[in-house]
């Protein structure tokens, strides 16, 4: 039987359990809420409310076993070409710790130590300056790392400020700089490649606006191109081509965050996502939160045929979780051929959405609870506040707790319009506290967990082709856009000619 037999058997297993409600799953076996619950330090996950028995676990971990997800880590975290459509290797556990040690991760974690050694030099000169706000130019996994990180840890006493520049619409560069004073601000722009059209046509504003290039920095791959912009090696960062732009926030792309936070919160970071690191490597697959959640999701997926995922984080402070998930899942699992070409004949990645309780509960719930699709959510909840509005937290953990019950187990009623149908499966994770640390783990799990999900279904998770036609058709239209050629589709053209008579 080949991997695809297994996955397309797991629809057998729905099938079974399609009579039964998820309520009476759990009243069945109560000792789920337990057994279905692992930890990791101060990380906490709950899988009881999925819709799986343990026989179709067992069916899950036998999938687990036959695709091999332990060597896999090992292979991954080894520095193996897990990346072979574009010859690379994906060592961005590299960057937080030695989880092996091979040769390639040695050397790889000794060029991370000697940038981090650089980011703080750069930090402690320019703390030494009157600047006050940094401006990040940089845009997907160049931006949205260090975007949300920044977001959810900063504290308003910072050394420095720190804004975004990541949209080529100008409005975005406009509304940031708007509110800053170029003699204080220093520039980062921040791009794998360099060659990113957004990032160039919004650096470019950015050196512009400041007016003096002494305060601009650079991170990238690519030295020469930084230089032909105009930005010197002593204010350059390093990145390397074995680590992947969506997985890249704890290199020299997260200078952003190391200026927010400070380095050393920045190395907290790092040592959370090592820690998970030694987890999804160590622990037994029956043990390993990544590996639950992996398999969750491709039971999700694969047996309930569940066409989105909801990533639902109760806390304020993680509000754009669900974009930095969008980018890292879809762009990884977006896939349709496996790793040999063929097709992969299975439905891979779901499409990822969602948004922070509870404000969500007041706009898009409605669906989760009432809609004809059934959404698999995945709700964060963080145990301890970080501020002193204790009936808030209270209320907002209530909240939490009650959708995860209400969406699993429903509520009958006479009126069909008062009828909950519940069997709405969600896993629960629980940060003790929202810290650099925790923070770090989170991301990490997610990580993992993708790159556990391309292996059971067969796909490379380092490669994003999908993204460059697009782009490539974007750069061909440019010159139809300012009027020097006509565009070759009969639509673009009817298009062009209503934006060149400005409708
Ligand atoms: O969106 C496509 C993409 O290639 C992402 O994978 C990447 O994170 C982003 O563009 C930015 O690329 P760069 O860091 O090279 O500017």
Same mark, same amino acid.
């Given at each position: 039987?080949?991997?695809?037999?297994?996955?397309?058997?797991?629809?057998?297993?729905?099938?079974?359990?399609?009579?039964?409600?998820?309520?009476?799953?759990?009243?069945?076996?109560? #000792?789920?809420?337990?057994? !279905?619950?692992?930890?990791?330090?101060?990380?906490?996950?709950?899988?009881?409310?999925?819709?799986?028995?343990?026989?179709?676990?067992?069916?899950?971990?036998?999938?687990?076993?036959?695709?091999?997800?332990?060597?896999?880590?090992?292979?991954?975290?080894?520095?193996?070409?897990?990346?072979?459509?574009?010859?690379?290797?994906?060592?961005?556990? *590299?960057?937080?710790?030695?989880? @092996?040690?091979?040769? !390639?991760?040695?050397?790889?974690?000794?060029?991370?130590?000697?940038?981090?050694?650089?980011?703080?030099?750069?930090?402690?000169?320019?703390?030494?300056?009157?600047?006050?706000?940094?401006?990040?130019?940089?845009?997907?996994?160049?931006?949205?790392?260090?975007?949300?990180?920044?977001?959810?840890?900063?504290?308003?006493?910072?050394?420095?400020?720190?804004?975004? =520049?990541?949209?080529?619409?100008?409005?975005?560069?406009?509304?940031?700089?708007?509110?800053?004073?170029?003699?204080? @601000?220093?520039?980062?722009?921040?791009?794998?490649? !360099?060659?990113?059209?957004?990032?160039?046509?919004?650096?470019?504003?950015?050196?512009?606006?400041?007016?003096?290039?002494?305060?601009?920095?650079?991170?990238?791959? %690519?030295?020469?191109?930084?230089?032909?912009?105009?930005?010197?090696?002593?204010?350059?960062?390093?990145?390397?081509?074995?680590?992947?732009?969506?997985?890249?926030?704890?290199?020299?792309?997260?200078?952003?965050? &190391?200026?927010?936070?400070?380095? /050393?919160?920045?190395?907290?970071?790092?040592?959370?996502?090592?820690?998970?690191?030694?987890?999804?490597?160590?622990?037994?697959?029956?043990?390993?939160?990544?590996?639950?959640?992996?398999?969750?999701?491709?039971?999700?997926?694969?047996?309930?045929?569940?066409?989105?995922?909801?990533?639902?984080?109760?806390?304020?402070?993680?509000?754009?979780?669900?974009?930095?998930?969008?980018?890292?899942?879809?762009?990884?699992?977006?896939?349709?051929?496996?790793?040999?070409?063929?097709?992969?004949?299975?439905?891979?990645?779901?499409?990822?959405?969602?948004? *922070?309780?509870?404000?969500?509960?007041?706009?898009? !719930?409605?669906?989760?609870?009432?809609? @004809?699709?059934?959404?698999?959510?995945?709700?964060?909840?963080?145990?301890?506040? /970080?501020?002193?509005?204790?009936?808030?937290?209270?209320?907002?953990?209530? %909240?939490?707790?009650?959708?995860?019950? *209400?969406? #699993?187990?429903?509520?009958?009623?006479?009126?069909?319009?008062?009828?909950?149908?519940?069997?709405?499966?969600?896993?629960?994770?629980?940060?003790?506290?929202?810290?650099?640390?925790?923070?770090?783990?989170? =991301?990490?799990?997610?990580?993992?967990?993708?790159?556990?999900?391309?292996?059971?279904?067969? =796909?490379?998770?380092? /490669?994003?082709?999908?993204?460059?036609?697009?782009?490539?058709? &974007?750069?061909?239209?440019?010159?139809?856009?300012?009027?020097?050629?006509?565009?070759?589709?009969?639509?673009?053209?009817?298009?062009? &000619?209503?934006?060149?008579?400005?409708?």
């Amino acid at each position: 039987m080949t991997m695809r037999d297994w996955l397309v058997g797991l629809a057998a297993h729905a099938q079974r359990l399609a009579g039964q409600s998820l309520a009476t799953l759990i009243q069945a076996d109560p #000792a789920r809420a337990q057994d !279905f619950a692992l930890r990791c330090g101060p990380l906490y996950a709950n899988f009881a409310r999925q819709r799986y028995d343990r026989v179709a676990l067992d069916a899950l971990f036998d999938i687990a076993a036959r695709a091999d997800l332990a060597g896999a880590m090992q292979r991954q975290l080894g520095g193996d070409t897990v990346n072979p459509t574009e010859g690379r290797a994906a060592l961005h556990s *590299a960057l937080r710790g030695e989880a @092996t040690a091979s040769a !390639f991760v040695l050397a790889a974690r000794a060029q991370a130590m000697a940038a981090q050694l650089r980011m703080r030099e750069l930090i402690e000169a320019l703390a030494a300056t009157d600047v006050t706000d940094i401006v990040s130019v940089g845009i997907g996994g160049s931006d949205l790392g260090p975007r949300l990180v920044v977001d959810a840890l900063a504290t308003p006493d910072a050394r420095f400020r720190v804004h975004f =520049i990541s949209n080529v619409d100008g409005n975005a560069a406009r509304r940031v700089l708007a509110g800053l004073d170029p003699k204080k @601000t220093a520039g980062v722009v921040i791009s794998k490649t !360099f060659g990113t059209q957004e990032t160039l046509l919004n650096g470019q504003i950015v050196r512009d606006w400041l007016g003096d290039d002494s305060r601009l920095y650079a991170v990238s791959t %690519n030295a020469q191109r930084v230089a032909d912009f105009g930005i010197p090696p002593e204010r350059t960062l390093p990145m390397w081509d074995w680590v992947g732009g969506r997985y890249s926030l704890w290199s020299a792309v997260g200078f952003p965050i &190391a200026l927010a936070l400070g380095m /050393d919160c920045f190395e907290q970071l790092l040592e959370g996502a090592a820690a998970i690191d030694a987890h999804a490597l160590h622990a037994p697959l029956r043990q390993n939160i990544a590996v639950w959640h992996a398999l969750t999701a491709v039971w999700n997926r694969n047996g309930l045929h569940a066409a989105t995922q909801a990533v639902l984080p109760y806390d304020d402070r993680l509000k754009l979780l669900p974009n930095y998930l969008q980018q890292l899942v879809m762009e990884s699992l977006g896939k349709r051929v496996r790793l040999d070409g063929s097709d992969v004949q299975v439905e891979t990645v779901p499409v990822w959405w969602g948004g *922070a309780g509870t404000d969500t509960q007041h706009s898009f !719930f409605q669906a989760l609870h009432q809609g @004809t699709q059934v959404v698999p959510a995945d709700f964060i909840g963080v145990v301890q506040a /970080d501020h002193p509005f204790a009936a808030n937290h209270a209320a907002l953990l209530a %909240n939490l707790l009650a959708q995860t019950e *209400a969406l #699993a187990n429903g509520q009958n009623s006479d009126d069909p319009h008062r009828r909950y149908p519940g069997g709405r499966p969600s896993t629960l994770l629980l940060l003790e506290a929202l810290t650099p640390q925790t923070l770090g783990m989170l =991301i990490a799990l997610y990580e993992h967990s993708v790159f556990l999900q391309s292996v059971l279904w067969g =796909i490379n998770a380092f /490669d994003q082709f999908g993204v460059e036609l697009g782009k490539q058709v &974007a750069n061909r239209l440019l010159p139809a856009l300012q009027g020097e050629r006509e565009a070759d589709d009969p639509v673009t053209r009817a298009v062009l &000619a209503e934006l060149r008579s400005g409708a």
